[in-house]
C-alpha cells in the first residue's frame, strides 16, 4: 500500500522518523512535493510574483500526481504557534483531492480548530491520535 505523507512545509524536518515508522508498517511511503529538494517556494521574498506563481503551480501539479497514485493520504499535523494541529491551505487542498478520489484521509492529532474545522470534519478524516498501528489496522 502507497501512503503520501502530506504537511505544512514548517514540519518537514519531523518527517524522517514518521516516513522510517510507516516502513516498517510495510508502506510505500510518498514524501510532499519539495521534501529534500531546495525548492524555490521556500525562499518565497527572493522570487517576483510571476515566478511564485509558477513554481506554486508546479508544485499543486505534483501533488495531484502524488495523490492520484498513493492508497490514502496521511497527514502530519502539529502545533505551531497560537496554531494546535496546524493544517494549512495547501495540504487541506491535498485532503480535498484525496477525497474526491476516495482515499482514505488519516491525521496523526485531531481535527485543528480554524476557520474551516468544519471542512476538514466535512472530509471524514480518520484521527490516529499519534498512534501509526491504527493506519495498518483500518487498511487491513
Same mark, same amino acid.
Given at each position: %500500500?502507497?501512503?503520501?505523507?502530506?504537511? =505544512?512545509? *514548517?514540519?518537514? &524536518?519531523?518527517? @524522517? #522518523?514518521?516516513?522510517?515508522?510507516? @516502513? @516498517?508498517?510495510?508502506? /510505500? !511511503?510518498?514524501? &510532499? =512535493?519539495?521534501?529534500? /529538494?531546495?525548492? #524555490? !517556494?521556500? +525562499?518565497? +521574498? /527572493?522570487? =517576483?510574483?510571476?515566478?511564485?506563481?509558477?513554481?506554486?503551480?508546479?508544485?499543486? +501539479?505534483?501533488?495531484?500526481? $502524488? !495523490?492520484? =497514485?498513493?492508497?490514502?493520504?496521511? !497527514?502530519?499535523?502539529?502545533?505551531? #504557534?497560537?496554531? #494546535?494541529?496546524y493544517i494549512g491551505g495547501a495540504v487541506f487542498l491535498? %485532503?480535498?483531492?484525496?477525497?474526491?478520489?476516495?482515499? &482514505?484521509?488519516y491525521l496523526y492529532n485531531p481535527i485543528p480548530k480554524?476557520?474551516? *474545522?468544519? @471542512?476538514? +470534519?466535512?472530509?471524514? &478524516?480518520?484521527?490516529?491520535?499519534?498512534?501509526?498501528?491504527?493506519?495498518? $489496522?483500518?487498511?487491513?
Amino acid at each position: %500500500m502507497k501512503i503520501l505523507i502530506a504537511t =505544512s512545509y *514548517s514540519f518537514y &524536518p519531523r518527517i @524522517e #522518523p514518521i516516513k522510517k515508522s510507516l @516502513e @516498517e508498517l510495510d508502506f /510505500e !511511503v510518498l514524501l &510532499p =512535493s519539495g521534501y529534500g /529538494e531546495e525548492t #524555490p !517556494v521556500y +525562499r518565497t +521574498r /527572493e522570487l =517576483s510574483e510571476e515566478e511564485f506563481v509558477r513554481v506554486k503551480q508546479a508544485l499543486f +501539479r505534483r501533488d495531484d500526481e $502524488h !495523490v492520484k =497514485s498513493s492508497d490514502a493520504l496521511f !497527514v502530519l499535523n502539529y502545533d505551531k #504557534p497560537n496554531a #494546535p494541529n496546524y493544517i494549512g491551505g495547501a495540504v487541506f487542498l491535498e %485532503m480535498f483531492r484525496a477525497y474526491q478520489q476516495g482515499k &482514505p484521509i488519516y491525521l496523526y492529532n485531531p481535527i485543528p480548530k480554524c476557520n474551516f *474545522s468544519d @471542512e476538514i +470534519r466535512g472530509l471524514a &478524516p480518520k484521527v490516529l491520535n499519534q498512534d501509526l498501528a491504527k493506519i495498518k $489496522h483500518a487498511m487491513d
